[in-house]
């Protein structure tokens, strides 16, 4: 953290196992996903209010049914603009913006407005 900004870098991967009762008797395995975000993050001036803006890359999970490799790796970018704003001592509401690109020829390009609402115990 310097002054109001602080950084976060996160890296992910997930694991599966092999469904051996997939469609039509077949066994699907699927290779590991991986996934990197990063997000820089201004405390406002206003107490708890907060700004971030952040990006993403996750990839691979290609899927092997029945001993055949299919050609269904995934590739995506994302970003997202995201505002946080506090209603009581443990109440807050974020609203966000979070653009999604997939990089490869099967999946979907999003555009999505939400608003979260957490309470801490």
């Given at each position: 953290?310097?002054?109001?900004?602080?950084?976060?870098?996160?890296?992910?991967?997930?694991?599966?196992?092999d469904?051996?009762?997939?469609?039509?008797?077949?066994t699907?395995?699927?290779d590991?996903?991986?996934?990197?975000?990063?997000?820089?993050?201004?405390?406002?001036?206003?107490?708890?209010?907060?700004?971030?803006?952040?990006?993403?890359?996750?990839?691979?999970?290609?899927?092997?049914?029945?001993?055949?490799?299919?050609?269904?790796?995934?590739?995506?970018?994302?970003?997202?603009?995201?505002?946080?704003?506090?209603?009581?001592?443990?109440?807050?509401?974020?609203?966000?913006?979070?653009?999604?690109?997939?990089?490869?020829?099967?999946?979907?390009?999003?555009?999505?407005?939400?608003?979260?609402?957490?309470r801490?115990?």
């Open positions: 953290m310097r002054g109001r900004w602080s950084y976060e870098l996160t890296a992910s991967a997930y694991f599966f196992t469904n051996d009762d997939f469609y039509g008797n077949t699907r395995e699927q590991p996903l991986f996934a990197m975000q990063a997000h820089i993050i201004y405390a406002l001036p206003r107490p708890g209010h907060w700004l971030s803006v952040s990006a993403g890359l996750g990839g691979y999970g290609r899927s092997i049914i029945s001993g055949n490799r299919i050609d269904d790796e995934m590739r995506q970018s994302l970003g997202s603009l995201s505002w946080g704003i506090p209603l009581t001592l443990n109440q807050s509401l974020k609203l966000a913006y979070i653009r999604s690109r997939t990089n490869t020829s099967r999946g979907s390009d999003t555009d999505t407005l939400a608003i979260a609402w957490s801490r115990f």
